[in-house]
């Protein structure tokens, strides 16, 4: 009668097994097998794996249907070495099996039948027997059902208040499926995860007592031992005696012995699970490396004290979408259901997985009103002792390990107007979460980290990870592409943001390699320590994120210091500000002179801390020595330039700013490339829109003068003839007809003045005889020529400034 899956150890064959055999089930379903696929996800579930084959039970969940009913859920047997179905069958249970159910189980003929809600791993029939009594009649595709009897007599026995459960029947009758058949006493009321949202704060906070009294009821219903085995809970029904077996809920092998190797597990499965994972690159560029290297070292990672965390019975998918509410207020707990998966895990588990989302999932105005923080203090006030034990280091070390694994792994975004912003606003909490694991337990990567202290009495650590790519690369630059390579806007101007059970769908669990060999070590790292206070004092983004209680500002890590992290700055300008920052200027720590690539360096940190009082005097001392290079790069339109203009912008120079800005707006033949670095938006569209209209002016006025020869003149018309001719070939010469249209990519405004230069009046003459006239376009296209020429960028006025300098 028990049932349960043969995996014992997550081994590289079992892995390969699984993954094989997922990828033929999604090729199976893809052709149609088990019904359209349009409009809807895939959702499966393992019933059984062995050697010879895997056993899947799968659906296809509506997802353009609101509230569709009960999906056909079938069993499909696959074979992973020869990658066929063996078997495909509806999960269904006949009324003639109905009967035969029921009748065994002693609650009397059937009345009436009919599918009714599903959980995640069953098929459910609700069924009316004699004196119209219902009763709940499900296919199992999960669980042991020796041991869900078993635990339902011990709550019973033990906490039938504080853990109310509905009544169990058993049978031997199994259907046609091949699964076994739970029967329990049907219980009228509404799933908690529908009503929750709708309760008030006070009808939360009181049915958060109660599950807080339950969750306490089931870690004490078994008293494990502290060396006890984590996995799956097998209980005889008879002697209620209990032993452990493998993990089947996360498929991660077992029994284990220990906490510091069920961690080590946890965390190696979302590993192989991220590594499958589609459509997240951008996330895995930024992290998978970082993760792959700290796996390789982790068993020597995990402090021995996680072993202390207690062991206790566990209903391992407790959540409100198992718990039944009554009907009507208050809202009582009539019952927790679904405990196929009864196992002995590390209290900190349900914590994680279970407890915090009753907390986090509010709507805007609960959090504004604090209501947080008033239902987490309701949950664990009815639960001191519990409080207490979850306020202890080794349990707060093992969350840091067991969150880390949580969230480690990132769905994909999909939909039409995703992009990558939306990528990482979805992936806003995975970021924080691993960002302050590795932040914490960085000494167990391998980076080779070189410590400056700025302030040796700071207590604030940045670790500065350089760009691996050029700084300002010059291959972005192309001035006849009329392509911009750079960024958007200031970094700057980005504010940092406060806000710090689920089925399978698609492969999640696919092949992947155990990490066999330590990875060769990373690129440098550079940590420098420095004062919170100078750094809040002196730059907006710090102040922001110091005093602004970010992540950043309220986490105090084991070496006593708060941890930031940086990328893609240049360490030795990175240092030079941090001194500036802090009142330092010798000149082993402060040069009195820099290089144009430095100074550039330097500007962009400046720009994007907002630092610029800090770095104010100091730079006036280096444009001065850059007086000449500076100077020389008013005259070209090259990177130099671009870099030239970055550091007017930063550093509030404000006549050679609007000498490269005239510049680019001559010599450009598109939106200027700014190479990566932060040149604001607003300068490079005005730069470009500025040249498209003096463009504009030029074409309109060659349009103009064309009409007015061809409106007729005082000229002979054979001379007449002859000009309109000649302005109408010099214009399609130029590029400019018929009729262009912005942006004139390709086009550069100080080409066409010199071409337009070039126009000359044709001279007229017949055979034997030259003729003399006064018609000349030369004039006009001098005149035209002349106004684009008294273009100057002081017409714009303040336009410009991005620095608060500029605008005085």
């Known amino acids: 009668m028990g049932h349960f899956s043969t995996i014992r150890h997550a081994t590289m064959d079992t892995q390969w097994s699984l993954a094989e055999a997922t990828k033929c089930l999604m090729k199976f379903i893809n052709t149609g097998a088990i019904g359209p696929i349009n409009g809807t996800f895939k959702m499966y579930s393992i019933v059984q794996q062995s050697a010879a084959d895997v056993t899947f039970m799968a659906a296809l969940i509506s997802v353009t249907v609101q509230d569709p009913p009960p999906p056909d859920r079938y069993i499909i047997k ?15 249970i006949t009324r003639a099996e109905l009967e035969a159910i029921c009748a065994e189980a002693g609650i009397g003929p059937v009345e009436t039948s009919q599918r009714y809600k599903d959980g995640s791993f069953s098929v459910s029939y609700k069924v009316v027997c004699g004196e119209s009594t219902p009763y709940i009649v499900q296919l199992r595709s999960n669980g042991n059902l020796d041991t869900i009897h078993a635990v339902h007599d011990l709550v019973t026995q033990k906490h039938p208040q504080a853990i109310p459960t509905p009544k169990l029947f058993k049978t031997t009758v199994v259907p046609r499926a091949g699964l076994p058949v739970q029967i329990s006493a049907f219980v009228d009321g509404v799933m908690a995860d529908v009503a929750y949202s709708t309760l008030g704060l006070s009808e939360k906070s009181q049915l958060l007592k109660h599950v807080a009294r339950a969750f306490e009821a089931v870690w004490s219903l078994i008293p494990l031992p502290p060396d006890s085995e984590i996995g799956e809970a097998l209980i005889d029904p008879a002697t209620h005696a209990l032993s452990v077996g493998p993990d089947r809920r996360y498929r991660m092998g077992g029994p284990f012995q220990s906490v510091s190797s069920f961690l080590e597990a946890w965390i190696r ?9 589609e459509a997240v690159d951008e996330y895995k560029s930024k992290y998978l490396d970082r993760i792959l290297r700290f796996t390789a070292t982790m068993p020597a990672c995990i402090p021995e004290c996680v072993n202390q965390v207690p062991i206790v019975t566990t209903h391992a998918d407790m959540g409100l979408h198992n718990m039944i509410l009554s009907s009507h207020p208050p809202h009582n707990l009539e019952a927790i259901i679904d405990w196929e998966f009864f196992y002995c895990y590390p209290f900190p588990y349900s914590v994680s997985c279970l407890i915090e989302p009753l907390f986090s999932d509010l709507s805007e105005t609960e959090i504004e009103n604090g209501a947080e923080e008033t239902l987490r203090a309701a949950f664990w006030g009815e639960i001191p002792f519990w409080r207490h034990v979850l306020s202890l280091e080794h349990c707060k070390i093992f969350q840091d390990f067991f969150n ?9 975004v999909r939909g039409p107007k995703t992009t990558v912003e939306t990528h990482w606003q979805a992936w806003e909490r995975n970021c924080r979460v691993v960002d302050a694991f590795l932040s914490r337990y960085a000494p167990c990567l391998l980076y080779v980290t070189m410590l400056k202290e700025i302030d040796p009495d700071g207590d604030l650590l940045i670790t500065l990870i350089p760009s691996a790519e050029p700084f300002a690369d010059e291959s972005l630059f192309d001035a006849e592409s009329g392509v911009d390579n750079g960024s958007e806007a200031s970094v700057f101007e980005t504010e940092p943001d406060p806000n710090g059970d689920r089925l399978m769908s698609e492969p999640d669990d696919a092949s992947a390699t155990e ?52 990328e893609g700055f240049d360490p030795d300008a990175f240092a030079i500000v941090m001194y500036l920052i802090h009142g330092l200027n010798k000149k082993e720590q402060v040069p009195r002179e820099v290089g144009l690539e430095m100074l550039a360096k330097i500007a962009v940190i400046t720009d994007d801390l907002g630092c610029y009082d800090a770095v104010a005097l100091a730079s006036e001392i280096w444009l001065q020595a850059l007086g000449d290079t500076l100077d020389a790069a008013t005259e070209t339109y090259d990177r130099t330039m671009i870099v030239s203009m970055l550091i007017a912008n930063v550093f509030a120079d404000r006549s050679r700013f609007r000498l490269y800005v005239e510049q680019a707006v001559w010599e450009s033949t598109g939106p200027i490339p700014t190479m990566g670095l932060p040149i604001p938006r607003k300068v490079v569209d005005t730069i470009s829109a500025s040249r498209e209209d003096l463009i504009d002016t030029a074409i309109k006025r060659l349009d103009d003068l064309l009409e007015s020869l061809m409106g007729g003149s005082e000229c002979y018309p054979a001379c007449q003839c002859m000009l309109v001719g000649s302005l109408t070939l010099a214009i399609r010469n130029l590029g400019l007809g018929p009729h262009p249209q912005r942006p004139y990519v390709g086009q550069s405004l100080n080409a066409l003045v010199k071409s337009m230069g070039k126009i000359q009046t044709p001279k007229w003459s017949t055979p034997g005889c030259a003729h003399s006239h006064n018609c000349n376009i030369s004039r006009s296209i001098a005149e035209i020529v002349a106004g684009l020429l008294m273009f100057s960028p002081a017409e714009f006025g303040d336009l410009f400034p991005t620095h608060p300098l500029l605008s005085l």
């Open 78 to 92: 696959i074979d992973p070495r020869s990658g066929t179905v063996l078997s495909s069958e509806l999960a269904s």
């Open 269 to 277: 499965r979302s590993v192989r699970m991220l590594q499958e994972q």
């Open 404 to 412: 880390f694994g949580l969230y480690l792994k990132v769905e994909a």
């Open 515 to 566: 990490i066999e060999e330590i990875a060769e070590p990373l690129a440098p790292t550079f940590q420098f320590k420095v004062s919170s206070r100078n750094m809040a004092s002196a730059s907006r983004r710090f102040k922001k994120m110091l005093l602004g209680g970010w992540l950043e500002a309220t986490t105090i890590h084991a070496d006593g210091l708060r941890h930031v992290d940086m």
